[in-house]
């Protein structure tokens, strides 16, 4: 740029020495003569001073050290669109083809051109580009109007992301021009939105925005997506934002919304949003909260908010009460749940414990921290849980007689899906009661009532390497003698059949493997995952192994 400075740079974003900032002075600074931009960094830590003088404001900083003055020489202003995007994709023609000679036909006059072949060549390039990545590429206006129409028509996805673009109102006039325009980043750029009710443009065809890091606020968001009528993604991490009014005419087709980072949003907060109708996706990782209730909805019932809800991510948050994941079980649709690195959850050697726990205590759960709750690991999740609160069950008024049946408030608050775990169904297969895992997963949500023999020998949950005295029974070879083994419960499938294939010199392949439990004659139960342990199956002590081949 040269040395003459305008007022209209003012505001405007530039960049220095790969460093951005934003122009907030333009004039003369005494005693040094020739004119000077006064700039705020966006990292503070590259300035000087808070934007003062030997004693005179020129202008202000947030931080003490986020200002400096520079030569407007030295500063880069940025490009536009269709300059960068040139720069970027179209390849560079060799100078042998940029001498040769064309003749064209204008009117009735033959022309004689030099590089027609170059600038079709370009063009054709420029018209075929359907995704562009200018992230970093100091794009700061849009440059001629109509040119970025003319030069790119079919463009579907932009990322414009930590550019020099200083408004929204630049944004809309790339945008505006894009058509076919779906995704659009513009992330890490320093943006001044629109205060007022009236916007320029309409993004018709856009699906999804992000705004990461663009410092835009809630009223802001609703403004902007008044000119996004179609749009079904919405990213706006790390944009300090409080939630303040509920959407009522925008964002009502939305269904991934991300507010990871905003340290603002609490509890309260989610209510406002929580009536966006097909909201399918919400992400609030590291925004610190702790806790979530749905007050409409008792023990054992729905809520009505966020009614498509199917999954939610909280990770790096202060969740430390297991009545979280209580609350989430209210939710309809809730179908996946990531919640790493939280208080509950981030110790190592308690993980796996606690997957168990939140698997029991949402029932309609089928991927937990992206990993997919198999049948049986619910199964063993649900009985685990079961067994382990069955004493505190019985001292809180439980009963298996459902007449005699008086659980206080404070248990049924504390655990309100025991009861539902506690309830009683028989399936029967010609005369024998068996368990199949590969069955749907709503076969195995009712237990029963826990048994007194249950509560006796309850063990700890997780309880690893513990030695089982197991009977080794075969059915369909009754001149087999029975034999009694100890076994580790933390033994795999795998490595059982390994041991019956030396004693009983039959192929492992050939090896079919059941147990029953002697509290419950006639239940057999298949053990069918060979990379699963006697435990994952609650193979307990006293167990019999079945044996077929």
């Known amino acids: 740029m040269s040395d003459t400075l305008t007022a209209d740079v003012i505001g405007q974003r530039v960049e220095v020495n790969g460093e951005h900032a934003t122009v907030r002075f333009a004039g003369v600074v005494p005693p040094v003569a020739g004119p000077w931009l006064g700039v705020e960094w966006d990292n503070p830590e590259r300035g000087k001073h808070d934007g003062s003088h030997e004693g005179t404001v020129y202008f202000q900083c947030r931080h ?11 500063v880069n202003f940025g490009t536009d669109f269709l300059t960068a995007i040139k720069n970027r994709y179209v390849l560079e023609d060799g100078p042998e083809e940029d001498r040769k000679e064309q003749i064209v036909t204008i009117g009735n006059k033959p022309v004689e051109t030099i590089g027609f072949d170059s600038i079709m060549k370009q063009q054709s390039q420029l018209s075929k580009l359907q995704e562009v990545s200018l992230r970093n590429c100091a794009v700061s206006c849009a440059g ?6 003319e030069g790119c028509p079919n463009i579907r996805k932009v990322d414009l992301s930590k550019n020099l673009l200083s408004s929204w109102d630049e944004v809309i006039h790339i945008a505006d021009q894009l058509r076919h325009l779906e995704v659009l980043n513009v ?22 925005l992000v705004l990461n890091q663009t410092g835009i606020t809630w009223a802001e968001v609703l403004r902007c997506a008044m000119g996004c009528p179609g749009l079904e993604e919405l990213y706006l991490e790390s944009n300090n934002i409080f939630i303040s009014e509920r959407p009522t005419d925008v964002l009502q087709t939305v269904k991934l919304l991300d507010l990871s980072s905003n340290q603002l949003i609490d509890e309260n907060q989610l209510y406002l949003i929580a009536h966006l109708p097909r909201l399918e996706q919400l992400i609030l990782s590291d925004i610190g909260i702790s806790s979530l209730h749905f007050p409409d909805a008792g023990i054992g019932c729905k809520t009505s908010l966020f009614p498509s809800l199917k999954y939610l991510v909280v990770n790096d948050n202060q969740i430390s009460q297991w009545s979280f994941f209580n609350e989430l079980d209210k939710l309809p649709s809730l179908r996946a749940l990531s919640c790493l690195r939280n208080p509950l959850t981030k110790e190592d050697k308690e993980a796996e414990t606690a997957r168990l726990l939140i698997i029991a205590s949402i029932g309609q759960l089928k991927t937990l921290n992206k990993c997919e709750i198999l049948p049986e ?41 025991y009861q539902f775990l506690c309830l009683s169904t028989c399936v029967y297969t010609g005369g024998l009661q068996v368990v199949h895992f590969q069955l749907e997963q709503s076969f195995f949500l009712e237990y029963g009532a826990p048994e007194e023999w249950e509560l006796k020998t309850q063990q700890p949950l997780m309880l690893k390497n513990q030695l089982l005295t197991l009977k080794i029974k075969y059915p369909h070879q009754l001149d087999q003698k029975v034999l009694e083994k100890q076994l580790p419960g933390s033994m795999t499938i795998q490595k059982v059949k390994g041991l019956l294939s030396r004693l009983l010199k039959v192929p492992v392949s050939d090896l079919l493997l059941s147990y029953e439990s002697p509290q419950k004659p006639g239940v057999e139960i298949e053990l069918e995952n060979d990379l699963k342990s006697l435990q994952f199956y609650s193979v307990e002590n006293g167990d019999c192994l079945l044996v077929r081949w």
């Open 377 to 417: 690991e619910r199964r063993r999740a649900e009985l685990d849980y079961r067994k382990a609160f069955g004493n505190e069950w019985k001292q809180a008024g439980g009963h298996k007689d459902p007449d005699k049946n008086r659980l206080s408030e404070e248990f049924l608050t504390a655990h309100p899906r």
């Open 144 to 149: 001629e109007k109509g040119g970025v129409a």
């Open 64 to 74: 003490p050290t986020g200002g400096s003055f520079i030569r407007p020489n030295k």
């Open 187 to 208: 992330s890490e750029n320093k943006l001044k939105f629109p205060s007022g009710s009236v916007l320029t443009g309409t993004l018709s065809a856009l699906k999804v």
